[in-house]
């Protein structure tokens, strides 16, 4: 089994964040026209945010973020948005 560096480490850290998983319930009623009351904030947690990721990603595991060029690019793109969202939404 691959051991996951850095980027991993990342991966992780940012799929236990409450931000993030915030992210993801705003994302996913954008993305597919719910109500809050079909999917209220607070919905996803941490185990969510890493199937997500994941899927995301097309990887079995966060470990192969540090050895797959496209999924790592694809994983700085995803926090990249996540980071202008969560700028654009400070209280």
Sequence with gaps: QTKGGAVARQAAMLCQDRAFQLYLDRRRRAKFGLSERELPD??????DAHDWLTRACNIESRAELDSNYRARQTFRVIRNRFNHWRARNKS
């Design 42 to 47: 607070g919905t996803h947690n941490q185990e």
